[in-house]
């Protein structure tokens, strides 16, 4: 069957250090992949797109690879900072699904301790 | 200018009771989801519009569920005979094309409890 799963365990990271959050995904063959950030009791916001033909996108301190051989896409934040705990969500477009679908991942609660 | 708005905030029903959560999409967003969120889990899609296309209601999960969509904008699903499992949060987001990868707008949702 068709999955996506991120990091079921919450992240603790010390401030300043560099948070990684892994997004895998079996059987399928995504144009793209996006990362959210989720606050309490908040929709999510859309953080950063990468496409199946690019390996890595950056913006600011975050940072997101994409392997489609590992089907796996690994999501940074550099320099970390206690206002970038939240919950991060990984969202995948499958190519050939139906012309709304995007799969979301059920995410990674990230705590960074002063 | 405005987000995504959705009412109520907060919604508390009885079993069997019938409910309607509203959706206010970013003015000119022709795109518009629901998405159901329980606690721990991803984000559930629940249907689809664009524009005046016939929505896809392939992840509606029983037919006490149904959704619609006036004139292209206000969005309010509707979730008949409410069980106990029905408790979530209901997020509404919308889009400004229809290109599935340009950014979805969440609406802060609507938590739903059902005693």
């Known amino acids: 069957s068709q999955k996506i799963e991120q990091n079921s365990e919450a992240l603790n990271i010390q401030e300043g250090k560099t948070a990684t959050l892994t997004c895998n995904y079996t059987?399928?063959?995504?144009?793209?992949l996006q990362w959210y950030r989720q606050d309490p009791g908040r929709g999510p916001v859309f953080l950063l797109l990468i496409r199946e033909n690019e390996k890595e996108k950056r913006k600011e301190r975050l940072k997101v690879t994409f392997d489609t051989t590992l089907k796996q896409s690994l999501f940074h934040i550099t320099a970390s900072q206690p206002a970038d705990s939240a919950t991060y969500l990984c969202?995948?477009?499958?190519?050939?699904?139906?012309?709304?679908?995007?799969?979301f991942g059920s995410g990674t609660r990230l705590s960074i301790r002063p | 200018g405005a987000g995504v708005s959705q009412s109520p905030s907060n919604k508390v029903t009885e079993k069997g009771k019938d409910v309607e959560l509203r959706c206010d999409p970013i003015?000119?967003?022709?795109?518009l989801y629901w998405y159901r969120q329980s606690l721990g889990q991803g984000l559930e899609f629940l249907i689809y519009?664009?524009?005046?296309?016939?929505?896809?209601k392939s992840g509606l999960p029983s037919d006490r569920f149904s959704a619609e969509r006036t004139g292209g904008s206000v969005s309010t699903l509707t979730i008949q005979r409410t069980q106990q499992e029905d408790s979530a949060v209901y997020l509404c987001?919308?889009?400004?094309?229809?290109?599935?990868?340009?950014?979805?707008?969440f609406g802060p949702g609507t938590r739903l409890t059902v005693l």
């Open positions: 059987n399928y063959s995504p144009a793209y």
């Open positions: 987001a919308s889009r400004s094309g229809n290109t599935r990868s340009d950014t979805q707008y």
């Open positions: 003015s000119g967003h022709t795109a």
């Open positions: 969202a995948l477009d499958a190519l050939y699904s139906s012309a709304s679908k995007i799969i």
């Open positions: 519009f664009q524009g005046n296309s016939a929505p896809d």
